[in-house]
């Protein structure tokens, strides 16, 4: 073996040590999300898509005194909400989120405001503020089951994501009102790239998230939350496969399928091979072992606004 592939890796080594002892002196639980850095999915005790963690935070508030969240800041402040009587921590509190931001609340509260006879579906992608402006939460994995709850006529507000909400549009036969929002890395997706990508690997299922634009999700085998395109990639008997979400979700895909191929698509302005979220890449090892440390940065939520929002969160846990 290289010795320097040794030193480089015992910097990693200690401070995996140190947050394991860290965690459990605190009694900490480590929620991460599927597009985090592989090193940090690896040690945390959870790793999930948003609705799983969602899950999973409401399950740890009897258990864990710490709850780390490692994701951006909108999932730490569902954690919040759904823990109030707990630390929630997380790495880096510049983890922000395209989505979330491109639907301000007070924006938000004036479309709402404009249609007073309609329900409030938001994506929990967004801040709690909006969420305590809505109705009913949904994640990409129930955003379906969510809006079909409700009648056929129902007048609905669907945000912040227009392609998701289109996707679910196009699915389920509604004409519900979008918010103008998007992920600025299922944006970046083309058509272009993935029909080049099949043709350089026929018979490569093509797995899609619904936040890609429709041209991109148009040319799937499968359409899905991580969760669900992750499912589909371990079960299928197929050996290649074209991965349209966020590269984060290939560490676990490889790693409950070593004998088959992801291939990310890359983003339409870049000839990089594969589309990265900033945000999520903030989450590191070393700023976790320091979060745990140094118990901070803390997320706290306006107890007004975390009351509204519990609201919305827990239709959404009761609906799926």
């Given amino acids: 073996m290289d010795c320097k592939n040794i030193s480089a ?7 995996r040590d140190e947050i394991l002892r860290l965690k459990a002196e605190k009694n900490a639980v480590i929620l991460a999300h599927y597009y985090v850095d592989g090193q940090v999915q690896d040690i945390a005790d959870y790793v999930g898509d948003s609705l799983a963690l969602a899950r ?6 009897a258990n864990a005194d710490i709850i780390v969240m490692c994701g951006v800041n909108f999932m730490g402040e ?8 707990k630390k929630v921590l997380v790495p880096d509190t510049a983890a922000g989120c395209s989505l979330a931001d491109s639907c301000p609340a007070d924006e938000f509260e004036a479309f709402k405001a404009a249609h007073p006879d309609h329900t409030v579906i938001s994506y929990v992608n967004t801040s709690v503020e909006v969420k305590a402006l809505s109705d009913v ?12 709850s409700f009648p056929k006529d129902a007048k609905l507000i669907f945000g912040p994501d227009r392609n998701l909400g289109a996707y679910i549009n196009s699915v389920t036969g509604r004409n519900m009102l979008l918010w103008d929002g998007a992920c600025h890395v299922h944006e970046r997706f083309s058509a272009e790239e993935i029909i080049r990508l099949k043709k350089e690997h026929p018979g490569a299922p093509v797995l899609v998230h619904p936040e890609c634009k429709r041209p991109v999700i148009l040319l799937a085998d499968k359409v899905g939350s991580t969760a669900v395109l992750l ?5 299928s ?5 074209i991965v349209a979400t966020e590269s984060g979700i290939l560490h676990k895909m490889q790693k409950g399928a070593p004998d088959k191929t992801f291939i990310p698509a890359p983003p339409s302005d870049s000839t990089c091979g594969c589309n990265e979220c900033s945000y ?3 989450n590191t090892l070393k700023k976790l072992r320091d979060a745990l440390r140094d118990e901070t940065p803390e997320i706290n939520v306006d107890p007004v606004q975390a009351e509204k929002a519990r609201k919305a969160i827990d239709r959404m846990l009761q609906l799926s």
């Fill in 9 to 15: 890796a015992a910097p990693d080594e200690q401070l």
């Fill in 56 to 61: 999973r935070a409401a399950d740890e508030a």
């Fill in 78 to 85: 569902t954690v919040k909400v759904l823990c109030p009587d």
């Fill in 137 to 148: 939460l949904v994640t990409s994995g129930n955003a379906r089951k969510v809006v079909d």
């Fill in 231 to 235: 499912d589909y990639a371990l079960a």
């Fill in 237 to 241: 008997d197929a050996k290649e496969f």
């Fill in 280 to 282: 999520m890449k903030l």
